[in-house]
């Protein structure tokens, strides 16, 4: 039949295995054989091409080792092409089908945790291109990249996981990582979501999240700095990539070195929205080291740089929001102040008690007349943050259709001692019988009152930290 292929000849039953044991030892993996060997073949887990009768049998059976051989050494070919391109640059890596079974690994050491953070992620991984999370588990910080694949009709998911020896309280320590979905719902639950609360910033910021250029944030306290940017990153092309978050008021000086000086900090990525906050209350020398990484690392190319800034309305810009925006020449986004809303806190009020009849199962209809005009009034220092504090205190204290007058004038009437009360001077104050904790508390008492309750513009003007103001004034 002219082909050319090896021939083994048995002539008992007992002869069987040693022949194969013969073509497994030459690298022979299908075999034609006649019943009885393809029965024993089977079993020893070659594959058997069963010879029935005639010559088209064996014609019909060679055709079939051909193309069996043909699939095998194209399955040997994609299988060591998929090892080769997964294992580039990632120590654990691990793959999932459609179905979110794990299909390959190369390394067997990921924790369950980490693999179920993997399989809820699935539906989320884009078709084309790579997306990145973070995730804290066994007191490391993971970063994991994503993507997918098709092969043969189905697709798969490759996840990559780089640990980085990081201390979990790292994340409560002024740097925390958070995705779309988290940020997404931080800002449905945000006072922005109030129909038409954003104003004319609409507008302005899906182009701003376009460009990828760096952007400054600037309002005073509580007009909603972090949703914003927060919305920024949900429009922009990032928004598969961590949004992380710098909060400098709390960052500690290990905290400084891990983000200025080690190759894990999220720094060191590409790809990814950084928001920086409360840089003013950063100590001088951190804010120009940072100011230098940025120009000398070319940190706004690799990285999207988002910025806040606390400034009472009309005052100039802090000295390292000025630095910045010589050396950098961020986009600005100036954020209204509540009051300069004065016309529509009715509806704004208004609007967001329809929501907290939802949130609270509650069934209030509205406000009394004189109870909008005294909120319309009011000076609103803490901005939309207090304003959505307010509403939700009188919204939980009204039992009747209507939010009073008089709870109104109560609860303001509470709120002016927080932001607006003005003691004695601190010339005037008698220190006998108080120890040095009081007189001190008494004096940063003092001064917050004469900023307006700005905590920000207060600490700085006394030399120390938010935090450290905060704890200073809670201590009885």
């Not at 083994?8 to 073509?23: F, G, K, Q, W």
């Not at 020398?285 to 988002?306: D, F, H, K, M, V």
């Not at 609103?380 to 259709?401: C, R």
């Amino acid at each position: 039949m002219r082909f050319d292929i090896p021939i083994e000849t048995v002539h008992h039953s007992d002869e069987i295995i040693p022949a194969l044991n013969r073509l497994r030892a030459k690298n022979i993996h299908t075999i034609i054989c006649d019943m009885v060997t393809h029965g024993i073949a089977r079993g020893e887990g070659l594959q058997a091409i069963l010879i029935t009768s005639g010559e088209s049998s064996l014609h019909q059976a060679l055709q079939d080792a051909e193309s069996q051989g043909t699939t095998f050494r194209r399955s040997r070919y994609e299988n060591l092409f998929l090892r080769s391109m997964i294992s580039q640059d990632s120590r654990h890596c691990v793959v999932f089908n459609s179905k979110r079974e794990k299909v390959f690994a190369l390394s067997d050491i990921l924790s369950e945790e980490l693999l179920t953070v993997m399989r809820r992620r699935i539906p989320s991984v884009p078709v084309k291109g790579e997306m990145l999370f973070y995730h804290h588990a066994g007191g490391i910080m993971h970063a994991v990249s994503a993507s997918s694949f098709e092969l043969q009709g189905q697709r798969y998911f490759v996840f990559r996981d780089q640990p980085a020896q990081i201390p979990l309280r790292t994340a409560h320590s002024g740097i925390r990582s958070y995705d779309a979905p988290e940020c997404e719902q931080l800002f449905n639950n945000s006072f922005f979501t109030v129909s038409g609360s954003m104003g004319e910033l609409e507008q302005r910021l899906t182009p701003i999240a376009e460009s990828g250029h760096a952007v400054m944030i600037v309002g005073e306290e509580g007009t909603g700095k972090e949703q914003i940017a927060r919305a920024l990153y949900l429009r922009s092309r990032l928004k598969n990539h961590p949004f992380i978050t710098i909060d400098s008021s709390r960052l500690t000086d290990r905290g400084w070195e891990f983000l200025l000086e080690r190759h894990e900090s999220p720094l060191s990525t590409e790809g990814t929205a950084i928001f920086f906050q409360h840089m003013e209350d950063a100590p001088e020398q951190r804010q120009n080291a940072l100011i230098s990484l940025i120009e000398e690392t070319g940190l706004s190319r690799r990285l999207w740089l988002i910025f806040s800034c606390d400034t009472l309305e009309g005052e100039t810009l802090n000295s390292f929001a000025r630095k910045l925006s010589v050396k950098l020449g961020p986009l600005s986004l100036n954020l209204p102040t509540l009051r300069s809303r004065r016309d529509e806190i009715p509806a704004l009020a208004s609007l967001y008690l329809g929501n907290l009849n939802m949130e609270l199962g509650k069934q209030v209809s509205g406000f009394e007349p004189g109870a909008l005009e005294m909120m319309a009034r009011y000076n609103w220092p803490g901005n939309y943050t207090q304003f959505k504090h307010v509403l939700h205190e009188l919204t939980i204290l009204t039992d009747g259709p209507y939010i009073s007058d008089a709870d109104v004038a109560d609860l303001l009437a509470q709120e002016r001692k927080v932001y607006r009360h003005a003691p004695e001077p601190v010339s005037g104050i008698s220190y006998a019988g108080m120890t040095m904790d009081e007189i001190t508390r008494g004096i940063a008492r003092q001064i917050l009152a004469e900023n307006h309750g700005n905590q920000t513009r207060t600490a700085r003007q006394l030399g120390i930290s938010r935090t450290t103001l905060w704890r200073m004034l809670s201590n009885p």
